[in-house]
Nanobody, 123 residues
């Protein structure tokens, strides 16, 4: 059974930084597609950044390019998101997601495994 646990969220002032972590268990091979998504109150969940099993960055949301960096530890199937120069518009619940089948898709509905989320609040 795949389980994902996010950590590292919190409350920061604008221009501050946070580093999110996603620890996984139950993934029996190296290299699934992993990604970060976020959902603000009243808005749809949106893709922030995704990375395939080879470590290739597949997508970075235009609003976070140059500020957020996605990385992973392939041996641990762990995922990280370094967030710098945070803005109030980044305030959301941030989720880690995994897809074990081939491909690194666009939509949240195509990722079957999700963590419980970690809240990021920027004021």
């Amino acid at each position: 059974q795949v389980q994902l646990v996010e950590s590292g969220g919190g409350s920061v002032q604008a221009e501050g930084s946070l580093r999110l972590s996603c620890e996984s268990s139950g993934i029996t091979y190296r290299g699934p597609c992993m990604g970060w998504f976020r959902q603000a109150p009243g808005k749809e969940r949106e893709r922030v950044a995704t990375m395939d099993g080879d470590g290739t960055i597949i997508y970075v949301h235009p609003s976070v390019k140059g500020r957020f960096t996605i990385t992973r530890d392939k041996d641990k199937n762990a995922l990280y998101l370094q967030m710098n120069s945070l803005r109030p518009g980044d305030t959301a619940m941030y989720y880690c997601a995994v897809r074990l089948n081939t491909g690194c898709p666009t939509f949240p509905r195509d990722f079957p495994y999700w963590g419980q989320g970690t809240q990021v609040t920027v004021s």
